[in-house]
């Protein structure tokens, strides 16, 4: 089983459609959660970080449940500009400076 | 301002001719990453940095080295690169403590090895 996983996509959704992401870890001792945005040819960014049930950011909101060890991501009111990939990325250990666990990012693109 | 920043961010080179990658942070974060992406792949940590605490992942090539001379500055050497090299290469940095592990990306080097 892999460390982190994702749905690939491509999710294709017309502007202003609600979209939802789900990622799915192994490592039921992991701390820490992220939500990164990865444009094409380009680094990836942070979007968002969950360190207990959730956190919401404007259109966004990312969900965290421990018990079925899954993250998600909602994007309300989709625009152009949300085409992306999005990285779910999952800190395995309690202390800093240890290895991410990346998952290979959701697809989607957002259509006129 | 760029935080993060690597050079060059575009980098062609030869089969089998050495070639080096750079990365600088004016954050100041103790920890710096190097990370391989091919397309349409997750980022593959390659090493890592806590201070000056070298740490290699244990299925990366002896091909991949890298030094840190400073707490700014971080190079990845590729000694002898193939053609499954060619990739996006890109370096974080992170503070323990501080924003509990949240790592910040360099734009990137894409390698071309013709």
């Known amino acids: 089983r892999k460390e982190v996983e994702q749905d690939p996509g491509p999710f294709n959704v017309p502007e202003g459609a609600t979209v939802a992401f789900n990622c799915t870890y192994s490592?039921?001792?992991?701390?820490?959660f992220f939500w990164y945005r990865q444009d094409c040819r380009k680094e990836p960014k942070l979007l968002m970080s969950?360190?207990?049930s959730g956190n919401e950011d404007g259109r966004f909101t990312a969900q965290l449940n421990r018990a079925s060890q899954y993250i998600s991501l909602l994007i309300r009111d989709s625009k152009l500009s949300d085409s992306a990939t999005y990285l779910c990325?999952?800190?395995?250990?309690?202390?800093?400076?240890?290895?991410?666990?990346f998952g290979k990012g959701t697809s989607l693109l957002v259509t006129p | 301002d760029a935080m993060v920043i690597q050079n060059p961010r575009y980098q062609v080179t030869q089969f089998g001719k050495p070639v080096t990658l750079s990365c600088s942070q004016t954050?100041?974060?103790?920890?710096m990453y190097w990370y391989q992406q091919k397309s349409s792949q997750a980022p593959k940590l390659l090493f890592h940095?806590?201070?000056?605490?070298?740490?290699n992942e244990a299925d990366t090539p002896d091909n991949f080295q890298s030094r840190r001379p400073n707490t700014s500055f971080c190079f990845l050497d590729i000694r002898s690169p193939g053609l499954g090299d060619a990739a996006m290469y890109l370096c974080?940095?992170?503070?323990?403590?501080?924003?509990?592990?949240?790592?910040?990306f360099g734009a990137g080097t894409r390698l071309s090895v013709l």
């Open positions: 974080a940095t992170s503070l323990p403590g501080q924003g509990r592990d949240i790592q910040y």
């Open positions: 490592n039921s001792a992991s701390q820490s």
């Open positions: 969950v360190y207990s």
């Open positions: 990325v999952v800190n395995p250990a309690t202390h800093s400076g240890y290895a991410l666990n």
């Open positions: 954050l100041n974060h103790n920890v």
């Open positions: 940095y806590y201070d000056k605490d070298f740490n």
